[in-house]
């Protein structure tokens, strides 16, 4: 099997995935995948051209609810694991100048 | 019998009874904590003052008959993806060190509710992503039996604690083995449910469509008076189903005449080693001497279930983990430039490298040009795998597999090939696919002194019937008598 993963699409994944990889992870990352992926290539052998994909077992409908409030105010709690807040918000680094 | 060595059934039966007060079964439990914990390492917390204090209430709320279930009293473990409030929840990462839930899982508010006593989080892989517990942040946790040896994963702090008596039954969760497996290494029984039985509400998802929590006890009463417990239709789970009965201890019958047995060729074929075959065999003579039918048959597409289960799994994870950001809880890396570079420094340093790599393959799988070579494909191969197990399900009652190829390997062994490790899921993954319930119970012992797994499958909403069985093979005793014979640790009949 041809190597599928690049080095273009370590990059891109770690994009995607939101992962900021070392040299060394990036290089360990792409023979993993590349592993990983070769074995996955046995499904191929599969042929599935008439079989539906199955998300889930059992039919799944939306469960809906009124729009209600049931919980009782829990920001102080919620905000208590912040790692930072400020003036009862989350607070992030300066997103738009 | 000395009080630690108990059922939780049998304990709650003393409780209840005054023969035994709540505070002696909950100190009992740190007794054996203080003296096995530090070498083994089943828990990442601990709560003794609370679990103290609890027990005063509960005792309160048995003398005055307000409590009267089942396992009123009785000290549980929680597996550390379950939501506890105000208890320290890390899922056993870094990423979330100090996170304290402002709300608790419905399967534990289940167990409180009827009085059940929480005395610690249990260790278990990182985000539940491993097959030994070895990936967690906190350390390893050892196998009770032997401690060079692993306990299995990722439930393998529930699984270790409830051999060695660190407490009298936990909660575990099972997306591809995860209770059946550790359960099997560390001798003890444990049964995941028909997905949608129990709540997923409250449990850090790792792969929704094939998460489940379970039980795990010292024997098949236990996890059928537990499962009776946990399981209950839930709001808050749009994909819990609401079941026309939930008594699940009307199973613990031992007759198994005329119950149709399958045993998959293709379970018992190379891969597989000679002991345990031989053991897991066994079980089937034993049904078979109580009147059951056993007959082989081929399950086929066996050698699919892995590569689909981690495409699965792995897409499912890497949208799960997004929410890990290190803006709402958890851990923030120290230094950053803007927002972007927060988020990726902070996921980086805070998730350890399995659970990145399963991220990252994921993230590969559902992205723009290869979704249909491999997470499509993956779903079709899971119907197909599904329709496997129907027709099956249509000619026996229940099909009798090992649990894993092995007994449990020797630490840092199988961290060093991931492929190999992944492949030791073999008999348990297809069972999440298909959504099936199943039960792992001891039934016998390796020479090198380690206990085997049996796993019994059943149909979606059978739950009874594995329960059946297994409370049939059970009654044989057969493993009780080994383990008397060879020497080995935990519940003694």
């Not at chain 2, 203080?34 to 005063?56: F, P």
């Not at chain 2, 149709?260 to 060729?265: A, E, L, R, T, W």
């Not at chain 2, 149909?459 to 329960?467: A, V």
Request: aromatic share 8%; proline share 3%.
């Amino acid at each position: 099997m041809a190597d599928k993963i690049t080095d273009e699409m370590i990059e891109y994944v770690g994009i995607l995935a939101k992962l900021q990889l070392s040299e060394f992870e990036k290089e360990k990352a792409k023979n993993d995948m590349n592993q990983m992926l070769s074995y996955i290539d046995k499904l191929k052998e599969l042929d599935t051209r008439n079989v539906e994909p199955m998300s889930h077992i059992f039919p799944v409908t939306n469960v809906f609810r009124e729009d209600k409030v049931e919980n009782e105010n829990q920001k102080d709690a919620i905000l208590l694991n912040a790692p930072k807040k400020k003036s009862g918000c989350f607070q992030v680094p300066k997103t738009i100048d | 019998m000395e009080l630690i060595k108990e059922t939780a059934v049998e304990l709650g039966k003393k409780i209840k009874c005054h023969e035994v007060s709540v505070k002696e079964a909950v100190e009992a439990c740190f007794k054996q904590i203080e003296q096995r914990e530090k070498s083994l390492n089943c828990y990442v917390s601990i709560q003794k003052e609370e679990a103290l204090k609890n027990a005063e209430v509960i005792q309160k709320g048995i003398d005055c008959g307000k409590l009267t279930g089942a396992l009123a009293g009785v000290p549980v473990a929680i597996k550390d993806n379950l939501c506890i409030k105000g208890m320290e929840t890390t899922c056993s990462s870094k990423i979330l060190q100090g996170f304290y839930p402002a709300y608790t899982a419905t399967a534990v508010e289940n167990l409180i509710k009827e009085g059940a006593i929480v005395i610690g989080k249990t260790n278990m892989d990182e985000f539940a992503m491993g097959s030994t517990t070895e990936t967690s942040y906190y350390g390893a946790t050892k196998n009770p039996w032997n401690e060079e040896h692993v306990p299995g994963g990722s439930s393998g702090g529930s699984c270790a604690a409830v051999a060695a008596e660190e407490c009298f039954f936990s909660l575990g969760s099972d997306t591809g083995g995860s209770i059946r497996q550790p359960s099997s290494f560390c001798g003890v029984t444990g049964l995941k449910p028909t997905y949608g039985t129990v709540s997923r509400y409250g449990l850090i998802a790792y792969a929704s469509s094939l998460d489940q929590i379970g039980p795990i006890g010292k024997d098949v009463t236990d996890c059928a008076t537990i499962l009776e417990m946990i399981a209950s239709y839930d709001r808050k789970d749009s994909t819990s189903i609401k079941r026309n009965a939930y008594d699940f201890t009307s199973a613990l019958v031992d007759d198994v005449k005329g119950m149709k047995v399958g045993i998959p060729k293709d379970y018992f074929a190379n891969g597989l080693e000679d002991e345990v075959r031989e053991k897991v065999l066994n079980v089937a003579k034993e049904l078979e001497k109580k009147g059951a039918v056993i007959e082989e048959f081929e399950l086929s597409l066996i050698d699919y279930a892995i590569p689909a289960y981690y495409v699965i799994a792995c897409a499912e994870a890497s949208s799960n983990l997004a929410r890990f950001d290190g803006v709402k809880y958890g851990y923030r890396a120290k230094e950053f430039e803007g927002l972007h570079e927060m988020y990726k420094k902070t996921r980086s340093e805070g998730f350890g490298s399995e659970v990145k790599r399963r991220i990252m393959l994921g993230s590969f799988a559902l992205s723009s040009g290869y979704y249909d070579a491999y997470y499509l494909k993956a779903l079709k191969t899971k119907a197909l795998i599904k329709e496997a197990f129907d027709k099956a399900f249509a000619k026996y009652d229940i099909i009798l597999a090992p649990a894993a190829p092995t007994t449990a390997p020797k630490l840092s062994e199988s961290l060093v090939d991931p492929i190999k490790m992944y492949l030791g899921d073999i008999y348990t993954v297809s069972v999440n696919l298909a959504g099936l319930p199943a039960v792992c119970l001891p039934c016998g012992i390796d020479k090198k002194g380690l206990p085997i797994g049996v796993q019994m499958i059943g149909n979606c909403f059978h739950e009874h019937t594995i329960i059946r069985a297994a409370y049939s093979f059970e009654q044989t005793k057969t493993f009780y008598q080994e383990k008397e014979l060879k020497g080995g640790i935990g519940h003694a009949v």
